[in-house]
């Protein structure tokens, strides 16, 4: 069971960035996949979480509404997060991470590390001019 983040880089302030979330070793459309990242010195922070495609409850974190969005690709096992309009804040290493158990991404744990038992190696994203 393995899961492989790619995609980040060095973008400037309002630019776009897709990472991926490759899943081996299992189907990934049977579990939630959250997003979460982190900086130095900062507690990790979850980003969005995506439900299995019969569940279809998707959530993000209140500073990337509207800006980020994720999907599934059950073809390639791959979950996409796509972030548009990017600020410097949003700098920091992201990880991808399966839940523990469940299809479903909660509407009062999804933003909880504890709930995700398997985690990706992360992806450096910086946003700067």
């Known amino acids: 069971v393995q899961l492989v983040e790619s995609g980040g880089g060095l973008v400037q302030p309002g630019g776009s960035l897709r990472l991926s979330c490759a899943a081996s070793?299992?189907?990934?459309?049977?579990?939630?996949i959250g997003w979460f990242r982190q900086v130095p010195g900062k507690e990790r922070e979850a980003v969005s979480c995506?439900?299995?495609?019969?569940?279809?409850?998707?959530w993000y974190v209140g500073s990337v509404r509207g800006r980020f969005s994720v999907r599934r690709d059950n073809y390639k096992n791959t979950v996409y997060l796509q972030m548009n309009s990017l600020k410097p804040e949003d700098t920091g290493i992201y990880y991808c991470?399966?839940?523990?158990?469940?299809?479903?991404?909660?509407?009062?744990?999804?933003?909880?590390?504890?709930?995700?038992?398997?985690w990706g190696q992360g992806t450096q994203v910086t946003v700067s001019s």
């Open positions: 070793g299992f189907t990934s459309d049977d579990y939630a």
């Open positions: 995506i439900s299995s495609s019969s569940v279809g409850v998707n």
């Open positions: 991470a399966r839940v523990i158990s469940g299809r479903e991404c909660e509407r009062n744990h999804w933003s909880s590390a504890d709930q995700y038992g398997t």
